[in-house]
């Protein structure tokens, strides 16, 4: 009995960061890998070094990204993190607006 209260507290903040860090991570990383595999020419990505990239040519392992007119780059296909969503001015206004509606409303 003592030896099972002992081990009670590990076992509860090993299910704590089971569901915190591993569990959100891992869903994630599913998600990435099954942009990569869906991944079809023209879709705009970027990779893990920060590179912004059309995809111009796929093969199994590798992508080809054309990062400006004429210029390619063949890199990996597990170097792509995602899709690249370019804010427009109009988002960057709305989320301006919303922050000053947040301040306005903790002011009172």
């Known amino acids: 009995m003592d030896i ?3 081990v009670l507290p590990i076992f509860f903040i090993f299910l704590i960061f089971y569901f915190l ?3 959100p991570q891992s869903r994630l990383e599913s998600k990435r890998r099954e942009f990569i595999k869906n991944l079809k020419k023209g879709d705009i990505v970027y990779t893990s070094g920060g590179i912004i990239g059309k995809v111009y040519d796929i093969s199994d392992k590798t992508l080809t990204l054309e990062i400006s007119k004429d210029v390619r780059l063949k890199i990996l296909r597990d170097t792509v993190q995602g899709p690249f969503i370019e804010k427009t001015e109009d ?7 919303k922050q000053q509606k947040e301040e306005k409303n903790s002011d009172k």
């Open 91 to 97: 988002q960057d206004k709305k989320q301006q607006q």
């Open 21 to 23: 860090v591993i569990r």
């Open 4 to 6: 099972l209260l002992s």
